[in-house]
């Protein structure tokens, strides 16, 4: 709702866990009892946000539904040495196969950076670094929550028209990742989530890497 309409709803307010309004400004206002979003931006950012909110509040419980019937293909790319080309590969099959399907791309680089597919060139800058990538998809699965999935959903961004995930802004924050992470962020791209391929850019080489090479169902080297 508007800035302006939320008296309306007032006498309501105890029934309603979570009042959001829609800002015409671009700062939250302190001290305010409603969570405030930018009201200017692409209906993609504002989703996003919202299902942030929800994937944070333990209050609110949601019915688990599996995709039993979807089948998901995990594709891996990796080098044992820099220089191989391996980002810009990785992201050339996701354009590739996301024209007959729902693909995500993730990136397990150490590096905060994306990267152009026509040249291969790596840009480290304000345009690449979002601060939302697997830093926070590993912080949230370690802290054992079960909305994973929406969380994983507020965190994809689209870049050369590609859904991704981008890379950690710490490299120590992958190396944290363990093998028992590996395994929930598989099952929920699996069973909870619409991708039906899930390109990995495996840049570095760990015990939970190691795991996610087994559980590819591809693996380019």
């Known amino acids: 709702m508007g800035e302006n ?4 709803i007032a006498e309501c307010r105890q029934n309603i866990r979570h009042i959001v309004l829609l800002s015409e400004g671009d700062c ?10 930018f009201k200017y931006q692409s ?36 080098s044992p040495f820099g220089g191989a080309g391996v980002s810009s590969y990785s992201i ?16 397990l680089e150490l590096l905060n950076g994306i990267q152009r ?11 690449a670094v979002t601060g939302r990538g697997m830093s926070e998809l590993i912080f949230f699965l370690k802290q054992q929550k079960e909305k994973v999935a929406l969380k994983l959903q507020s965190l994809v961004q689209t870049r050369h028209g590609v859904e991704c995930i981008e890379s950690v802004e710490d490299y120590r924050d992958l190396y944290s990742m363990d093998k028992e992470d590996l395994r929930r962020l598989l099952e929920v791209l ?3 989530v ?3 391929k899930i390109i990995f850019d495996i840049g570095c ?3 939970a890497t190691l795991e996610l090479m087994r559980y590819c169902n591809v693996l380019y080297l």
Do not use: H, W
């Open 205 to 207: 080489l760990s015990d």
């Open 190 to 192: 699996s069973e909870e």
């Open 28 to 37: 939250v206002r302190e001290g305010s009892e409603c969570t405030v979003i």
């Open 43 to 78: 209906a993609e950012s504002i989703v996003r946000e919202l299902l942030e909110l929800i994937a944070e509040d333990d209050g609110i419980c949601l019915s688990n539904q599996r995709m039993l019937s979807k089948t998901v293909e995990f594709i891996g790319v990796y």
């Open 194 to 196: 619409e991708y039906e």
């Open 92 to 107: 050339k099959l996701a354009k590739e196969y996301s024209i007959p399907y729902r693909v995500l791309y993730i990136s």
């Open 117 to 127: 597919p026509e040249t291969g060139q790596k840009i480290l800058s304000d345009e």
């Open 5 to 8: 309409d939320q008296e309306q």
